[in-house]
């Protein structure tokens, strides 16, 4: 087959089906929940698909050699020794992008459940985001500037918001010159695809016949690793823990431009979310939250507000300033729901406008006009 996948998904009509699925463009990803259901996303909404695998049996069957095209390090079900699995799809095996995430029938009680997700193929710019409606001009201009005067950067939203894809977008205005090293649970930023130098880190879990750990390289780990790796940027694909307050330590320590996403409802939410992390290290929560806004510059809210539509809610500023127990905003842009249009409601402080400045992005004007809008650092 033209994907390099085994001979496997010729076998029977719920394999050939799913394998469609997977080659389809528009489809976002695909859930199995048992053998006989299918769900799955595309741009015209959510699906079902039934009848799929005649028995358990067939639809193990598949996962069994879906797990051979990817990093798990496991070739059957039977193998794993733990609860869940998750891995990327190999390169070298199919030209599908993605990651699965398999629940094995210890959490399920029942049938094992798999879920696919899928990547583009090719990374979208922000000009295709712009496209897209996302963000409005000047928010496009901005973020590209952010990248290029190295401000550090949480991306935050729902699962599926898009976090990943803003991530590889900004990734564009990366100067070729500079080392990035990427720190994730699975592999799904490959900034090595358009950057020469890129060091890319994830996280390793050995377990022995009985299950028993017996070697760990965690998210926390893989971030420390980079501060030795003499890393420009550190890029944490998801920071949902401990690795929150070493990435901090990074970005207080002359790794700027680095960039991380997470889980969060808001900008807001998004910032206490990643003051949490931080404090699971042993740290105060009043030092936290200084730490967090001397370590990181803007927050970018996306959301998906209707099906297959994507936008960038929010742009906010951290502060260093204390007001009433909690870091200051500054709220740069917001996205007004009801007209369906981005409005620019601040503008940068000084501290934002002279570390975009050490950056060597000159602002011309407070009101956000840059000398350099526009330009792409690659010529």
């Given at each position: 087959?033209?994907?390099?996948?085994?001979?496997?998904?010729?076998?029977?009509?719920?394999?050939?089906?799913?394998?469609?699925?997977m080659e389809?463009?528009n489809v976002?990803?695909?859930?199995?929940?048992?053998?006989?259901?299918?769900?799955?996303?595309?741009?015209?909404g959510?699906?079902s698909?039934?009848?799929?695998?005649?028995?358990?049996?067939?639809?193990?069957s598949?996962?069994?050699?879906?797990?051979?095209?990817?990093?798990?390090g496991?070739?059957?079900?039977?193998d794993?020794?733990s609860?869940v699995?998750?891995?990327?799809?190999?390169?070298?095996?199919?030209?599908?992008?993605?990651?699965i995430?398999?629940?094995?029938?210890?959490?399920?009680?029942g049938?094992?459940?798999?879920v696919?997700?899928?990547?583009?193929?090719r990374?979208?710019?922000?000009?295709d985001?712009?496209?897209?409606h996302?963000?409005?001009l000047?928010?496009?201009?901005f973020?590209?500037?952010?990248?290029?005067?190295?401000?550090?950067?949480?991306?935050?939203?729902?699962?599926g918001?898009?976090?990943?894809?803003m991530?590889?977008?900004?990734?564009w205005?990366i100067?070729?010159?500079?080392?990035v090293?990427?720190?994730?649970?699975?592999?799904?930023?490959?900034?090595?695809?358009?950057?020469?130098n890129?060091v890319a880190?994830t996280?390793?879990r050995?377990?022995?016949?009985?299950g028993?750990?017996v070697?760990?390289?965690?998210?926390?780990n893989l971030?420390?690793?980079?501060?030795?790796?003499r890393?420009?940027?550190?890029?944490?694909?998801?920071?949902?823990?401990?690795?929150?307050?070493?990435?901090?330590?990074?970005?207080?320590?002359?790794?700027?431009?680095?960039?991380?996403?997470?889980h969060?409802?808001s900008?807001s939410?998004?910032i206490?979310?990643?003051?949490?992390?931080v404090?699971?290290?042993g740290?105060?929560?009043e030092?936290?939250?200084?730490?967090?806004?001397?370590?990181?510059?803007?927050?970018v809210?996306?959301?998906?507000?209707?099906?297959?539509?994507?936008?960038?809610?929010?742009?906010?500023e951290l502060?260093?300033?204390?007001?009433?127990?909690?870091?200051r905003?500054?709220?740069?842009?917001?996205?007004?729901?009801?007209?369906?249009?981005?409005?620019r409601?601040?503008?940068?402080?000084?501290?934002?406008?002279?570390a975009l400045?050490?950056g060597?992005?000159?602002?011309v004007?407070?009101?956000?006009?840059?000398?350099?809008?526009g330009?792409?650092?690659?010529?």
């Amino acid at each position: 087959m033209s994907n390099g996948l085994v001979d496997v998904f010729n076998q029977d009509r719920g394999s050939q089906k799913i394998f469609a699925l997977m080659e389809d463009p528009n489809v976002q990803d695909i859930r199995c929940n048992n053998h006989k259901t299918l769900f799955f996303v595309d741009h015209e909404g959510s699906k079902s698909i039934t009848g799929l695998f005649a028995g358990r049996a067939q639809y193990e069957s598949f996962i069994n050699q879906l797990l051979l095209l990817t990093d798990v390090g496991y070739k059957s079900l039977d193998d794993v020794k733990s609860s869940v699995v998750e891995g990327s799809f190999r390169p070298d095996r199919t030209k599908i992008r993605g990651s699965i995430f398999v629940g094995t029938s210890d959490v399920t009680r029942g049938e094992p459940v798999l879920v696919i997700r899928k990547q583009p193929v090719r990374a979208l710019t922000l000009d295709d985001l712009l496209g897209q409606h996302m963000m409005s001009l000047d928010m496009r201009l901005f973020l590209q500037q952010a990248v290029q005067g190295r401000l550090n950067m949480l991306i935050a939203g729902g699962s599926g918001a898009g976090k990943t894809t803003m991530a590889r977008a900004l990734a564009w205005f990366i100067d070729p010159a500079q080392r990035v090293v990427t720190c994730e649970d699975i592999e799904e930023l490959h900034l090595d695809e358009n950057l020469p130098n890129v060091v890319a880190l994830t996280s390793y879990r050995e377990l022995d016949e009985r299950g028993s750990l017996v070697r760990e390289e965690t998210l926390e780990n893989l971030v420390r690793h980079a501060l030795r790796m003499r890393a420009d940027r550190i890029w944490v694909g998801e920071t949902r823990g401990r690795e929150a307050y070493a990435l901090v330590k990074a970005c207080l320590s002359g790794h700027d431009g680095s960039v991380t996403t997470l889980h969060a409802n808001s900008a807001s939410q998004a910032i206490k979310q990643l003051v949490s992390y931080v404090m699971e290290s042993g740290m105060t929560e009043e030092v936290a939250r200084d730490q967090v806004s001397q370590a990181f510059h803007l927050a970018v809210q996306i959301q998906q507000v209707k099906l297959g539509r994507r936008v960038v809610t929010e742009i906010v500023e951290l502060e260093n300033v204390r007001e009433g127990g909690e870091q200051r905003r500054n709220d740069l842009w917001r996205y007004d729901f009801a007209t369906d249009t981005h409005l620019r409601v601040g503008a940068p402080s000084p501290r934002l406008r002279a570390a975009l400045e050490r950056g060597n992005v000159n602002i011309v004007d407070p009101t956000m006009m840059f000398s350099t809008w526009g330009q792409d650092p690659r010529g």
